[in-house]
């Protein structure tokens, strides 16, 4: 593949999708995207018109090849837990078989995270019966470190529900942080060895500036909004996420999972709709963003389509900006 050949091209085109989780299994890539279904409603900032309600896995041979449907994988209406909004996923391989870590809202409208689990990457994925205990929010993400301990980042605000949380159990009127107070992060939890459930209470990443100071809850363009992921270059762990309202993608560096993160700087700027939700993975010595965007549907922001590009490196670890539309 040329460099950033495939920029701006949607991955998927014969039905709409989001939140692309990457990762290479069995030396392909396989995709675990959210599916949003088509509809003509409005838009809310508790996320409402995104009508999800099922798992579709992709995958590719290599990054010029062409993507594969392997088709539903899971549906709300197998999940004994769960009554709707199926938001994005993430997979993970562990013990012999992989697991599919999900979000959705239980039968009181609470998000809780759930796990289903194949012998195949591409699934299908038979959910537990029960979600993770202790779980909450919005958009995990797994990381399995070099020795093999696993760890869950998730959380998201407003529709996501985690300022709901933040006494330590579920409050319905739990607000945002002052513009000058310290702003939430996601949550961390290593699972136990099965991949079922957390070894711990989740606990909170802080994300500091260059002086140690946390990003505060009013700066916009550096605060945690939703979309964490957690990758690592030359042995430093990269928390990426999503900054929701200023619609970037950012990232900040450490030495330890648990974090502190040292913000450094923005990865990609605002594609055409309100999200941005990615994942970032190595594959032939390359690395890549995927993300999505809605230019497909020509704006609507609850029609969204997955993409990818190349991400580079300087020579300090820092990863250089994309402008989603430069080359276009």
Known sequence: MSKQSKQNEALVTHIYTADPSAHVFDGKIYIYPSHDLEHDGESFDDGSQYAMEDYH?????NE???????????????IPWASQQLWAPDAAY????????????????????????????AGPFAPEKSYIPGSFSIDPAVLVDNDNKAFCYFGGLW???LEQWQTGSHNPNGKEPAPDQPAYGPRIAEFKEDMLSFKEE????????????????????RRFF???????YNGRYYLSYSTGTTHKIVYAVGDNPYGPFEFKGTILNPVIGWTTHHSILEFN???????????????????????????EYDEAGNIQTINPYENT
């Open 226 to 232: 939703e979309g964490a992921w957690v990758h690592k």
């Open 64 to 78: 010029s090849a062409p993507v594969e449907d392997h088709g539903e994988v899971l549906h709300v209406k197998d």
């Open 285 to 311: 010595k390359k690395w890549y963003l995927f993300y999505h965007d809605a230019s497909l549907s020509k704006g609507i922001n609850h029609q969204r389509s997955i993409k990818f590009t190349e991400i």
């Open 202 to 221: 989740s606990k909170e990443i802080s994300i500091i500036d260059n002086e140690g100071n946390p990003i505060l809850a009013g700066d916009e363009d």
């Open 57 to 61: 896995v992709f995958s590719m041979e």
């Open 94 to 121: 562990k013990n012999g078989k992989y697991y599919l870590i999900y979000p959705a809202k239980d039968y009181d409208g609470i998000f809780r995270i759930g796990i289903a689990t194949s012998e195949n990457p």
């Open 159 to 161: 529709g996501g529900q």
